[in-house]
């Protein structure tokens, strides 16, 4: 699979590519956290109203790090919380989109991070903050049941290779 592919979000096509373990440099533009999140080998997904099944995530609120988001959006969409690793990021790139808008929402080119998360607490479940329910799957399942482009699964790879145990990162 390559690391790089199209997507079509509501009639905006975009390039994604997986830069996994990527340092970000001050100027590059966050737009969203997100994280695989693993409980006994199995990971959550959560129904987000109107966009299907996903692992958690969302956009920075301000004076917000990335771990703090990914630590709010886990506990607001999925009701769990645990330790967290970063993995790498998307590259969101608008250059051939004929319908971007300068100076629009979204940047010319931005980055989607993403995190392993190893759950240490798993909440009851809410329906709150636009979700509608939790689900956990197999990582082998995800394809099947995820509602996401291609690269959703390199970045799931990269999670599942960045297992940690007793403190210490295990690569499978």
């Not at 994280?35 to 959550?44: A, H, N, P, R």
Request: proline share 4%; aromatic share 10%.
């Amino acid at each position: 699979m390559e690391n790089q592919a199209y997507a079509n979000w509501g009639g905006h096509v975009v390039s994604l590519t997986w830069l996994p373990q990527k340092m970000l440099e001050q100027s590059d533009i966050v737009t969203s956290v997100h994280g695989y999140c693993f409980l006994e080998d199995k990971i959550v997904l959560v129904h987000v109203d109107g966009r299907g099944f996903h692992v958690p995530g969302g956009h920075m609120e301000a004076h917000e790090t990335p771990e703090e988001t990914l630590h709010r959006e886990a506990y607001e969409e999925a009701c769990v919380t645990g330790d967290i690793k970063y993995i790498g990021a998307i590259q969101v790139d608008h250059t051939e989109n004929e319908k971007f808008v300068e100076n629009g929402k979204y940047p010319r080119i931005g980055y989607q991070l993403f995190y392993r998360m190893d759950i240490t607490e798993c909440l009851p479940f809410r329906r709150e903050h636009e979700t509608l329910s939790r689900i956990w799957v197999e990582p082998e399942e995800a394809p099947y049941v995820m509602e996401d482009h291609e690269i959703a699964l390199l970045v799931l790879k990269e999670a599942l290779n960045n297992k940690e145990e007793n403190g210490v990162t295990l690569k499978t």
